[in-house]
């Protein structure tokens, strides 16, 4: 969760990466820079040597958290929450973002606005004041910045991007006292806020801010109370933090959002102002009946019962019918993982591959998307979700985009958990079982986008060897490793997986077993030097789990 940023942010230690060695595999490594210009990336993952703000154009991918991508003007631009190893980014605006033209390579640009705007504030002050309670001097205001989300969207001819963003308040409620233990009061911490700027010169950080959207919301009353602060029956419903940002095939515009709290609420907005359609009214009712009709109904919840619960995070966009949501599962150091489900209509009901009901909290959901993971002889990664979910601009490709962390300890370094790398990875849309080719689901790759030029076809042939094979199931807070699979000539496998296994060229589906993974051509990034290779990704609906598998040699 967002409140542990402050002790995990912090240090500037360097630290060393264990790479590992395989053979090389068709294509063969001489062949990487003879088409298209295509190179191999050679930025290091850990960035510990060029941490420092005076190096920032030196980043890359480095320092990204909870990002969203829009293309604009030739560009896509990335924006996410104020987060750096050693906290470098202080004092030098908020939101701050990358932009790339091929996904691979991204240079540093400026965010929308250096200090809070001075309606957050002054919204605060004025719900506390309704509330009974005094103002909190501006000075004393905690403020985080966290989760933007960014579309391009066209307004009256005009192509725009629109923002949306989240300031969370850490002061609490009853005394106004920053949020320490030392201060606790005996109430729950102030709310969230969702604000919104427009930019048409995002490259010269130029936006127009647009004011409150909508803000932490309670069907308690004015009921803040809390026993301790081991006490997580939480105040607010619904937490006004990580939006995502919807206009549907018709034309709609949705604002959704939520966190760790009571579940997402769905907000429907005015086309051209970006502002809700309904009047939102006080932040807070005497029941969820009268809260939801004002501050937007449920439409996902990983626990129905629980106010305190470990999902946040949506990502939504349309594909063939349906809408995809995506989410984050669990807290955000190691055990951030990503879950998807889907509806036919935006406000649901949202299900699983099982059929498991999302919008009425039936349960942990499947397919797992990303889950901490590890391929042989590297320290691999964790903490990989709060994804953004976009389509590369004219083509069919998508493709998922969030932070990466290195495991705590890497190398002896207490703050390894702080690298914040970059991962842009493919999306291949899977078979939920054999009997089922057209019912697809989104898996992300197993290894980072590099731009790998098309080769050719990829033959039966040239999947007979050794792979690495990882089950990517829910293990919390736990890596899942990887162990060897062989893929024989005569359409037997052994190791991991153990039966026959078939190829079909057209499709690209890969059968191992009863379960159908899509195959593709990624890089190796854990390899010295890096490498192409033959990747799978996919599940099967009763699996519980992902497939992702790597070629050796």
Same mark, same amino acid.
């Given at each position: 969760?967002?409140?542990?940023? +402050?002790?995990?942010?912090?240090?500037?230690?360097?630290?060393?990466?264990?790479?590992?060695?395989?053979?090389?595999? $068709?294509?063969?490594?001489?062949?990487?820079?003879?088409?298209?210009?295509?190179?191999?990336?050679?930025?290091?993952?850990?960035?510990?040597?060029?941490? +420092?703000?005076?190096? @920032?154009?030196?980043?890359?991918?480095?320092?990204?958290?909870?990002?969203?991508?829009?293309?604009?003007?030739?560009? /896509?631009?990335?924006?996410?929450?104020?987060?750096?190893?050693?906290?470098?980014? $202080? =004092?030098?605006?908020?939101?701050? =973002?990358?932009?790339?033209?091929?996904?691979?390579?991204?240079?540093?640009?400026?965010?929308?606005? /250096? $200090?809070?705007?001075?309606?957050?504030?002054?919204?605060?002050?004025?719900?506390? *004041? @309704?509330?009974?309670?005094?103002?909190?001097?501006?000075?004393?205001?905690?403020?985080?910045?966290?989760?933007?989300?960014?579309?391009?969207?066209?307004?009256?001819?005009?192509?725009?991007? !629109?923002?949306?963003?989240?300031?969370?308040?850490?002061?609490?409620?009853?005394?106004?006292?920053?949020?320490?233990?030392?201060?606790?009061?005996?109430?729950?911490?102030?709310?969230?806020?969702?604000?919104?700027?427009?930019?048409?010169?995002?490259?010269?950080?130029?936006? %127009?801010?647009?004011?409150?959207?909508?803000?932490?919301?309670?069907?308690?009353? %004015?009921?803040?109370?809390?026993?301790?602060?081991?006490?997580?029956?939480?105040?607010?419903?619904?937490?006004?933090?990580?939006?995502?940002?919807?206009?549907?095939?018709?034309?709609?515009?949705?604002?959704?959002?939520?966190?760790?709290?009571?579940?997402?609420?769905?907000?429907?907005?005015?086309?051209?102002?970006?502002?809700?359609?309904?009047?939102?009214?006080?932040?807070?009712?005497? *029941?969820? =009946?009268?809260?939801?009709?004002?501050?937007?109904? @449920?439409?996902?919840?990983? %626990?129905?019962?629980?106010?305190?619960?470990? +999902?946040?995070?949506? $990502?939504?966009?349309?594909?063939?019918?349906?809408?995809?949501?995506?989410?984050?599962?669990?807290?955000?150091?190691?055990? /951030?993982?990503?879950?998807?489900?889907?509806?036919?209509?935006?406000?649901?009901?949202?299900?699983?591959?099982?059929? !498991?009901?999302?919008?009425?909290? !039936?349960?942990?959901?499947?397919?797992?998307?990303?889950?901490?993971?590890?391929?042989?002889?590297?320290?691999?990664?964790?903490?990989? +979700?709060? &994804?953004?979910?976009?389509?590369?601009?004219?083509?069919?490709?998508?493709?998922?985009? *969030?932070? =990466?962390?290195?495991?705590?300890?890497?190398?002896?370094?207490?703050?390894?958990?702080?690298?914040?790398?970059?991962?842009?990875?493919?999306?291949?849309?899977?078979?939920?079982?054999?009997?089922?080719?057209?019912?697809?689901?989104?898996?992300?790759?197993?290894?980072?986008?590099?731009?790998?030029?098309?080769?050719?076809?990829?033959?039966?042939?040239?999947?007979?060897?050794?792979?690495?094979?990882?089950?990517?199931?829910?293990?919390?807070?736990?890596?899942?490793?990887?162990?060897?699979?062989?893929?024989?000539?005569?359409?037997?496998? %052994?190791?991991?997986?153990?039966?026959?296994?078939?190829?079909?060229?057209?499709?690209?589906?890969?059968?191992?077993?009863?379960?159908?993974? &899509?195959?593709?051509?990624?890089?190796?990034?854990?390899?010295?030097?890096? @490498?192409?290779?033959?990747?799978?990704?996919?599940?099967?609906?009763?699996?519980?789990?992902?497939?992702?598998?790597?070629?050796?040699?």
């Amino acid at each position: 969760m967002k409140q542990v940023y +402050s002790l995990i942010l912090t240090g500037l230690i360097i630290l060393s990466m264990v790479r590992c060695n395989d053979d090389a595999i $068709e294509p063969k490594e001489e062949d990487n820079d003879t088409i298209s210009g295509f190179s191999i990336p050679t930025y290091a993952d850990d960035y510990s040597s060029i941490s +420092s703000w005076t190096d @920032r154009n030196k980043w890359n991918l480095a320092n990204v958290h909870d990002p969203s991508v829009a293309y604009y003007s030739g560009y /896509y631009y990335m924006y996410g929450t104020d987060a750096s190893y050693g906290n470098v980014h $202080e =004092g030098h605006g908020h939101f701050q =973002g990358k932009r790339s033209t091929d996904l691979v390579n991204w240079d540093w640009v400026g965010g929308p606005f /250096y $200090e809070a705007p001075s309606w957050v504030a002054d919204s605060l002050n004025a719900i506390r *004041s @309704r509330m009974g309670l005094g103002a909190i001097a501006e000075d004393n205001i905690i403020y985080g910045y966290w989760a933007p989300v960014v579309r391009r969207i066209n307004v009256g001819g005009q192509d725009i991007l !629109r923002m949306y963003y989240s300031i969370v308040i850490d002061n609490y409620i009853k005394t106004g006292k920053a949020n320490t233990s030392a201060n606790f009061d005996g109430s729950w911490t102030e709310r969230a806020f969702i604000g919104m700027c427009e930019s048409i010169d995002p490259a010269g950080a130029i936006w %127009t801010d647009k004011g409150f959207i909508t803000c932490s919301s309670s069907d308690r009353g %004015t009921n803040y109370s809390r026993s301790s602060l081991s006490n997580w029956d939480a105040y607010f419903y619904y937490n006004a933090i990580d939006p995502t940002y919807i206009v549907t095939p018709e034309g709609n515009h949705y604002l959704i959002h939520g966190s760790w709290h009571s579940g997402f609420a769905f907000l429907e907005l005015n086309a051209t102002t970006g502002k809700p359609v309904n009047t939102l009214g006080e932040p807070y009712a005497t *029941s969820v =009946g009268e809260l939801t009709t004002r501050y937007g109904v @449920r439409i996902g919840t990983r %626990t129905a019962s629980s106010r305190w619960q470990g +999902s946040e995070a949506p $990502e939504i966009i349309y594909k063939d019918g349906y809408y995809y949501l995506f989410m984050a599962y669990d807290g955000l150091d190691i055990p /951030y993982n990503t879950r998807v489900v889907r509806s036919e209509n935006i406000e649901g009901p949202y299900y699983d591959i099982t059929g !498991r009901n999302f919008t009425n909290g !039936r349960g942990d959901c499947y397919p797992i998307v990303t889950h901490p993971y590890k391929f042989n002889l590297s320290y691999g990664w964790v903490g990989i +979700s709060h &994804c953004c979910i976009f389509q590369k601009e004219n083509t069919n490709e998508w493709f998922y985009m *969030s932070q =990466g962390r290195l495991p705590v300890n890497v190398g002896g370094n207490a703050y390894s958990n702080a690298i914040m790398m970059g991962h842009v990875r493919r999306i291949v849309w899977c078979p939920a079982s054999l009997s089922e080719p057209d019912n697809l689901w989104p898996i992300a790759l197993p290894e980072r986008y590099a731009g790998v030029p098309d080769y050719g076809t990829i033959t039966q042939d040239s999947l007979v060897g050794t792979w690495e094979h990882i089950n990517l199931a829910y293990n919390y807070g736990q890596q899942d490793g990887a162990t060897t699979l062989t893929l024989k000539a005569d359409g037997t496998m %052994t190791g991991a997986l153990t039966g026959s296994w078939s190829y079909d060229e057209t499709t690209k589906y890969l059968t191992l077993g009863n379960v159908v993974v &899509c195959v593709e051509r990624e890089v190796d990034w854990e390899a010295t030097p890096r @490498r192409v290779t033959f990747v799978y990704a996919g599940t099967e609906k009763n699996l519980n789990a992902t497939y992702w598998g790597k070629m050796k040699k």
